[in-house]
């Protein structure tokens, strides 16, 4: 069974600085990546996906995420963060079942 | 219609009362799956519907909470004699025929039970 780890309950980082949220993987076959972004009191949203093709995918409001199969990962970056950008982060794979298999979130704490 | 809808958006209701929420999956979306959150934490799996085949059920936590989906439209989640336990946020997500497109969450129903 796939499985997504994402080792990080909360990450803090200062307004302008790079942010990174990390995302591991575990799925039988070639992997399809998802990243979703919850802001309080919503639905989740989402940001950008890895199905084939260039390792770095580019998303919504800025956000790239990095794939990379040795170390079966799928982090999050963003080369300068915006206090806007606080919220609850969830990394997902595609798997067995025709389902998302989620990892348990990190939350996203930008301080001005 | 162009997003995923559900109803109620809040329902506050009494220990051991019956409640039903609803969820109306964008046109076209063949899989819709519920969750359920908790205050600040992670999504748990409940139930997947996919067209008219049988729905895994594996995700529902007690014989209190079933859900019902007639072919592609709407889904109601029911939770029966419900308990302090079950307050939470349910949300809704469809997908095209596979999740492997990615989901499409509505905004959820938070429902607490005092």
């Known amino acids: 069974a796939q499985s997504v780890a994402q080792p990080e309950d909360q990450v803090n980082v200062a307004e302008g600085n790079p942010l990174t949220v990390k995302c591991t993987y575990s799925?039988?076959?070639?992997?399809?990546l998802f990243w979703y972004v919850q802001y309080p009191n919503r639905g989740l949203q989402f940001l950008l996906k890895?199905?084939?093709?260039?390792?770095l995918v580019k998303g919504s409001y800025g956000f790239e995420a990095e794939f990379n199969k040795s170390q079966t990962s799928f982090h999050l970056k963003k080369p300068s963060a915006l206090v806007s950008d606080s919220a609850l982060y969830f990394c997902?794979?595609?798997?067995?079942?025709?389902?998302?298999?989620f990892g348990g979130g990190t939350r996203l704490m930008v301080k001005p | 219609g162009a997003g995923v809808s559900q109803s109620p958006s809040n329902k506050v209701t009494e220990k051991g009362k019956d409640v039903e929420l609803r969820c109306d999956p964008i046109?076209?979306?063949?899989?819709l799956y519920w969750y359920r959150q908790r205050l600040g934490q992670g999504l748990e799996f409940l139930i997947y519907?996919?067209?008219?085949?049988?729905?895994?059920k594996s995700g529902l936590p007690s014989d209190r909470f079933s859900a019902e989906r007639t072919g592609e439209s709407v889904s109601t989640l029911t939770i029966q004699r419900t308990q302090q336990e079950d307050s939470a946020v349910y949300l809704c997500?469809?997908?095209?025929?596979?999740?492997?497109?990615?989901?499409?969450f509505g905004s959820g129903t938070r429902l607490t039970v005092v």
């Open positions: 997500a469809s997908s095209l025929w596979t999740g492997g497109y990615g989901y499409t």
């Open positions: 799925v039988s076959g070639n992997p399809y």
């Open positions: 890895y199905i084939t093709g260039d390792n």
């Open positions: 997902a794979v595609f798997g067995a079942g025709n389902m998302l298999t």
């Open positions: 046109s076209g979306h063949t899989a």
């Open positions: 519907f996919q067209g008219n085949s049988a729905p895994d």
